[in-house]
């Protein structure tokens, strides 16, 4: 009984010196001029306008698998990913805070592939009474990349926010 107290009273000790000497360490470091935070990878433009690529990637080569997809509606969605990896870069660099800018880039990252990806999820029959909707929103979404382009081409920017408004209320969930 004796040497279980005193092993219990050495390991409290022990404790209490293991955590008075990380308190003396972790103040002695707040104290040290603080590094400047580390900048985030996942913000930088480079790895947001890679991160639309690899969406759009994707979408092509998901749409190049599906035999089904007619040669119309694939040039048509091929047209609006050379547009958004046209116009992307430009107004992330010219417009980097403008809202048009983040719902293109949500198109090029999201909207256009979830869009073509739920069509090509869906039976043939389903596609047969759905295409009209589908057709309807890729017709849609080249109209914006068309303007987009439009807009950074002649540098309009009395139309960004009207634009932005427009692309928010129609294809953002």
């Known amino acids: 009984m004796i040497i279980a107290a005193a092993i219990f009273i050495l390991a409290v000790i022990g404790v209490y010196i293991v955590m008075k000497h990380s308190k003396t360490r972790d103040s002695a470091q707040n104290d040290s001029a603080p590094s400047p935070p580390a900048p985030k990878a996942e913000n930088s433009p480079d790895r947001e306008f890679k991160t ?46 403008e809202s048009l800018t983040y719902e293109i880039k949500k198109i090029g990252k999201e909207h256009l592939y979830k869009t ?49 408004n427009f692309l928010a209320g129609k294809f953002s969930s």
Do not use: W
């Open 52 to 97: 639309i690529l690899d969406s759009l990637l994707k979408l092509n080569i998901l749409m190049r698998k599906d035999r089904e997809l007619s040669v119309e509606m694939t040039e048509t969605i091929e047209v609006i990913i050379d547009d958004l990896m046209v116009i992307t870069p430009s107004m992330m660099e010219r417009y980097p805070g």
């Open 116 to 164: 073509v990806k739920e069509y090509l999820d869906l039976s043939q029959d389903s596609r047969k009474h759905q295409f009209d909707i589908f057709k309807k929103t890729i017709d849609s979404l080249q109209d914006v990349s068309n303007r987009s382009r439009d807009i950074v081409e002649k540098n309009e920017t009395a139309e960004f926010k009207t634009m932005a």
